[in-house]
C-alpha cells in the first residue's frame, strides 16, 4: 500500500484529496492543523493527526509519525495547506508578510526537507506544491498570497533541477477558482492586520473588496469548479508513470498562462485590471 502524507485536510481541496486517495487504496495521512478538525476525519475513516507549518516542531512531530507508522517510508507528499490575507500592499504591516510566508513557504519546503531522506532511502518519491494562478500572475488586494506563491514557484522549479535524477519527482499543480473555504479562512487575517478604514484607498475598499470579501450568499465564480478537479489531476500525478512538471487545473489558468506567454505586459494588465 503506497503511502501519501496531505497537509490543509480540513476542508476544500484537501479534504477532496484525503478522501480521493484514500478510496483509491493509498494509506493517506490527512493533516490539519486543528486536533478537532482531525478528529472529525479519524471518525470519516482517515488516519490524521496535526500538522501546523508555523510551528516547526510541529512539523518535524508530523513527518515522525508518519514514517514511524510506515516503517520509515512516505511515498508521497502533497504540500497542501496554506492562507490568504487581502489588502493592497501598501497596507500590509510587515508581521503580516511574515507570517503569510511561514505558513505558505518557509513550513512547505520545511516539510519537503523533513520528509526527502526517507523518500532518498527507498529510492523514489513525488511531491506536489499545491500553487495558484496567483503563482505566476498578479491580482489586485492578492499581494501577500500572490507573493507566496510566486516564491513557491521559484523554490519549486530549483528543487526541480536540483533533485533531477533521483528519481523523486516534485511537481505544481495550478488550480485556479475551485470551491473552497479560503476567502472565508482569510476574513480574520484581514480583519487582524488590514487597517482599510485609515487606509488611502478606503473607497476602493468599500466598493470592491469588502462587498467580495464578506459576500454569505455568493455564487460561483465563473469558471469555478470543484475540488474533485483538482483531484483527478493528482491522480496522474502520483499514479502515471511520467508526471508532468506542471498541472493547470481551470479555464483561466490554462488562458492566463497563455497571456502571460505572449501578450505585452501592458496587455495582461488590463486583463487582469478587470478581475
Request: net charge positive.
Amino acid at each position: 500500500m503506497k503511502s501519501l502524507l496531505i497537509t490543509g485536510c480540513s476542508s476544500g481541496i484537501g479534504y477532496d484529496a484525503a478522501h480521493t486517495f484514500h478510496n483509491r487504496g493509498w494509506r493517506v495521512f490527512a493533516t490539519c492543523r486543528k486536533e478537532e478538525d482531525c478528529a472529525r476525519l479519524r471518525e470519516e475513516g482517515l488516519e490524521s493527526f496535526q500538522l501546523d507549518y508555523a510551528d516547526e516542531q510541529s512539523v518535524k512531530e508530523a513527518v515522525a509519525e508518519a514514517l514511524n507508522r510506515t516503517g520509515g517510508t512516505l511515498d508521497a507528499l502533497f504540500n497542501n495547506g496554506a492562507y490568504g490575507c487581502p489588502g493592497l500592499v501598501e497596507d500590509l504591516p510587515r508581521q503580516a508578510l511574515r507570517e503569510i510566508f511561514e505558513v505558505n513557504v518557509f513550513g512547505q519546503f520545511d516539510l519537503i526537507r523533513q520528509v526527502l531522506p526517507a523518500m532518498r532511502e527507498q529510492g523514489h518519491g513525488r511531491i506536489v506544491n499545491n500553487s495558484s494562478v496567483l503563482g505566476f500572475c498578479a491580482l489586485r488586494f492578492r499581494g501577500s498570497y500572490n507573493a507566496t506563491k510566486f516564491a513557491m514557484e521559484g523554490l519549486t522549479d530549483t528543487m526541480r533541477l536540483e533533485l533531477h535524477g533521483q528519481n523523486i519527482h516534485l511537481m505544481l499543480i495550478e488550480p485556479g477558482p475551485v470551491t473552497s473555504d479560503i476567502r472565508k479562512n482569510s476574513i480574520p487575517h484581514f480583519e487582524k492586520w488590514i487597517d482599510w478604514k485609515n487606509s488611502a484607498s478606503r473607497a476602493v475598499y468599500e466598493q470592491i473588496a469588502m462587498p467580495r470579501l464578506y459576500n454569505e450568499k455568493r455564487t460561483k465564480d465563473r469558471y469555478e469548479l470543484p475540488a474533485s478537479a483538482v483531484s483527478a489531476k493528482l491522480v496522474h500525478a502520483f499514479e502515471a508513470k511520467r508526471p508532468a512538471a506542471r498541472y493547470f487545473v481551470t479555464t483561466p489558468t490554462y488562458l492566463m498562462n497563455i497571456f502571460k506567454r505572449f501578450l505585452p505586459t501592458r496587455a495582461v494588465d488590463a486583463i487582469v485590471r478587470k478581475i
